[in-house]
């Protein structure tokens, strides 16, 4: 083992391939994927730029497998969701609205540096088909919806595929809208405002109550 490499991987136990990832996903956090070089990583990661390859076959899978980590510490980042029964639903959809907000926020910004590298998004959807999309988070809130259902807490002709869709599109508006602004700042988090209007008008929908 080289001396450069031996100190990239003191104090630690991680594989080397581990290692690259990890320095990867580090920088897809911290600014994104767009221009992200082979230097960079190896930089990041304290090792000669060579390295890499003996390793991953291009950049490109290099790249997918540090978003497929970046994904997955952003999915795991907010701790359980509630289940259904508890609190109330209106809170607990709240929290499903918080915590797709926050995945989309984190999840997004690095997809789009990928908009003009087809190769390393293909590879991603091969790793994690489920997520880029939302349909995760669209799949969660369902099952959650639908088991409120069955305890009579939700209404049992409620659309539930329909407000899981809505959620997932509110996440993308509001996230991808300030990445698309060049002047648009994205927000470390949503007001609970905004996230309390979602959820109210989820809930109640928009037809006139009777009087």
């Known amino acids: 083992m080289s001396p450069r490499r031996a100190a990239a991987l003191r104090g630690g136990d991680q594989s080397l391939r ?5 320095a990867a996903r580090r920088l897809i ?3 994104g994927t767009g221009g992200l070089t082979v230097r960079d990583i190896a930089r990041e990661a304290g090792v000669a730029d060579g390295v890499l390859y003996n390793h991953f076959a291009d950049k490109e899978e ?4 540090a978003l497929h980590a970046h ?15 508890t609190a109330t639903v209106e809170a607990n959809l709240r929290t499903h609205l918080t915590r797709a907000l926050a995945l989309h926020a984190a999840i997004l910004p690095a997809l789009t540096g990928l908009l003009h590298q087809p190769r390393v998004l293909a590879r991603f959807a091969e790793l994690a088909p489920s997520t880029a999309d939302g349909s995760s988070v ?3 809130l369902v099952d959650y919806l639908r088991a ?6 939700v209404a049992p002709d409620a ?10 599109g509110v996440c993308h508006d ?11 700042q994205l927000p470390p988090e949503f007001s609970e405002q905004a996230v309390d209007d979602l959820a109210d008008t989820l809930l109640r929908g928009i037809a006139p109550t009777a009087g």
């Open 174 to 184: 509001l996230v991808l809208s300030r990445l698309l602004d060049p002047a648009g």
């Open 71 to 85: 994904v997955g510490s952003a999915a795991a980042g907010g701790g359980p969701l509630p289940e259904a029964g």
């Open 159 to 168: 659309r539930v595929d329909a407000v899981a869709a809505l959620v997932v």
């Open 18 to 22: 581990d290692h690259l990832i990890a």
């Open 148 to 153: 409120e259902q069955q305890l009579g807490r």
């Open 29 to 31: 956090a911290a600014r």
């Open 62 to 65: 290099l790249l997918a497998y």
């Open 138 to 140: 669209r799949s969660t």
